[in-house]
């Protein structure tokens, strides 16, 4: 007997309209987490890049300063302006993203002459010739230099000894434009204005074979905060034109110590921090308006600090406050006197 089964039925079921309120919710909160988590990642790499950065210099620093011991001869780093970064107001650049080896300044050895009084009789003792007509243009040795070795930029001040009447003097000398002539930065008092012997610290050339360092992408050394707080050599900016020399050394000497111009400054704190901050912040309003301690950019800001005194290079963080109970605190108040390099002075190491 051959059994008879009922046909199947399949029953369709009507399409679905939409998500239910507890299905949105559920990706709601999916998509909220991945957001935080991308957020948390992109602040770590940041904050990682300035760090590595500010190690990546205080490790090129020490490279200089033993190569110099290696050397028995001094040796440095020259910071590069980056003309692509953030200007100040001037329309001139305020960063350096990129360091290289330099080798031992050349030193020339001559005769100088002081102009004593100008021509309406007034008292000069700044003016410097290498011959006695002080009418420019004379084209002498120092043009030739500059010209043909790159050895003398008048964009950047010089330190001449002079060496008069058994008399030893060290003094830094600017280039003047309006009356196209050399100057001391201050009168010269010695006791002869001719025929001064005098030995010329002329710019280090860059060692050979050597690569120049640049610094992570985004990542710059932040002049104008330093400079704004006095924690960088005063040579190095130009105030009649609002800007930098176009590259500033930090020499080191056979004893792992500070020398050359840059030495007689003190302490030498390169900020770092990522160049968008600057830019976002803007540039030339102050202190906090260069993104030095800025609140927003907590853990993204780092300071090199060179000691020319005993060759010491260290990493510090910004200190925001004085008092650590006000680290939550949008801005500082008012009445507070806060030192944004008190860490660096004090030698506490980043961690």
Do not use: C
């Amino acid at each position: 007997m051959q059994l008879q089964h009922a046909p199947r039925t399949t029953r369709i079921r009507p399409g679905r309209r939409g998500f239910t309120l507890v299905e949105l919710m559920i990706g709601i909160g999916i998509l909220v987490i991945l957001i935080s988590i991308t957020v948390a990642t992109v602040n770590f790499s940041t904050s990682d890049a300035v760090s590595s950065a500010a190690r990546d210099t205080q490790s090129f620093l020490e490279g200089a300063r033993d190569r110099a011991i290696f050397r028995k001869k001094p040796t440095g780093i020259r910071l590069l302006l980056n003309p692509n970064g953030p200007r100040n107001a001037a329309n001139q650049p305020t960063t350096v993203s990129t360091m290289i080896y330099i080798g031992t300044p050349i030193v020339l050895k001559n005769r100088i002459n002081i102009r004593n009084y100008d021509g309406s009789g007034n008292v000069d003792r700044r003016t410097l010739s290498e011959t006695n007509n002080f009418s420019p243009p004379n084209y002498t040795q120092w043009d030739r230099m500059e010209q043909y070795r790159g050895l003398i930029d008048k964009e950047i001040p010089m330190r001449i000894k002079l060496l008069g009447n058994g008399r030893e003097e060290t003094l830094m000398m600017v280039y003047e434009q309006a009356s196209n002539s050399w100057k001391l930065t201050r009168p010269y008092d010695g006791p002869i204005f001719l025929n001064i012997p005098y030995e010329l610290e002329l710019l280090p050339t860059e060692l050979p074979n050597q690569l120049p360092r640049e610094l992570p992408e985004g990542v710059a050394i932040n002049l104008e905060s330093s400079r704004q707080n006095g924690k960088i050599p005063a040579f190095w900016y130009n105030g009649g034109t609002n800007s930098y020399i176009p590259y500033m050394d930090i020499l080191f000497s056979p004893r792992g110590t500070g020398v050359g111009s840059a030495s007689g400054s003190g302490l030498i704190h390169l900020h770092l921090v990522q160049a968008g901050d600057i830019e976002r912040v803007g540039v030339g309003a102050g202190p906090n308006a260069t993104a030095l301690g800025n609140p927003r950019n907590k853990g993204l800001e780092r300071i090199v600090t060179i000691n020319p005194v005993t060759g010491a290079i260290t990493v510090a963080e910004v200190n925001r406050f004085n008092d650590p109970d006000l680290d939550d605190f949008p801005d500082p108040p008012d009445n507070l006197n806060y030192d944004p390099y008190e860490f660096a002075e004090q030698g506490k190491t980043a961690r």
